[in-house]
């Protein structure tokens, strides 16, 4: 919650916000399609079931580590663009007078 309201207060606008979400959405997405999974846990599951190099087996575990980073942000910043309007900053400056 805190890092949502920290993106909320900050320099940000809500369409950058949307556009951010977008683009991490996004990602998700070419991952999914990529490897042909559904969730980072499957994809740490395609290195027992695949015969691959270290450097796609790193690969796919850097990606599997960006991926839940990325649900995580999601999550934040889906909260900040839903809750942009419940308390701007201003609105918690005139509260506190």
Do not use: Y
């Not at 991952?31 to 042909?36: L, M, Q, R, V």
């Amino acid at each position: 919650m805190q890092e949502a309201m920290r993106l909320r207060d900050g320099s940000r606008t809500a369409d950058e916000l949307t556009n951010r979400l977008a683009k991490m959405k996004a990602q998700i997405r070419e991952w999914k399609t990529e490897f042909n999974v559904d969730s980072p846990n499957q994809l740490r599951a395609t290195l027992a079931d695949e015969e691959l190099g270290p450097d796609e087996e790193t690969r796919r575990r850097d990606i599997a580590r960006e991926w839940d980073h990325l649900q995580r942000r999601i999550q934040v910043v889906g909260l900040a663009i839903r809750e942009w309007d419940l308390l701007t900053p201003a609105e918690r400056a005139e509260a506190g007078n």
